[in-house]
């Protein structure tokens, strides 16, 4: 199935291109994750491998193990967010981006012909001038248009340009485990 959508990538460092993803103590997250971060706690909105100036274009997530406890996954559709007018409102938006060989200035928008292509990690990504805060007030905010309840062998297929997606808080360390594979356009 990510064959046909594009190219399979590696999206973090000693990654592979089949993640699996389980959530966990931050003591135990490899350092810089999201989950070193938040833990077992809610994942912030954000869109895998943001730092990368050419995101992948699709992200893949399929149930492997969950229980009744399992968090959900969840999906703001950013062309959905405040009718359009986020996306309008953010255009012109410019971060540092963080990345392990330095920083750069990156567009939180672009457009790839006819495509809306965003990037967001709150963690690796500082908003820039006037309407930085307003931004992350904004999407820190913002309620899901999607909030999945994983049963096992189901497939999520998330447009990473044109949505964000976040974890709810687990319960408990390995109460379920997700694989990931994300694709590049080919
Ligand atoms: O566990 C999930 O539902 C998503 C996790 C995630 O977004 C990530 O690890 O990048
Ligand atoms: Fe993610």
Redesign the pocket.
Known sequence: MAKCLGKPVITRRGGTFV?T?R?KDSSKAREG???AYCGLAA?PW?S?GAVDPHPPRYVL?RAEEVTAAS???EVLDLTRLDNGHFLRRHRRLTCVVDTERGSYIGAFLSQQGDKVRAKWDPLRMQPLGKTANAFMQEISNAAPHLSYAWAVDDLLIVDNWRCL???TAAISADSRT?Q?IAVKDS
């Open positions: 993640d993803l959530p994750t999201i989950s994942f954000h895998d997530l968090a959900r996954t997606h976040r974890r997700l990931r």
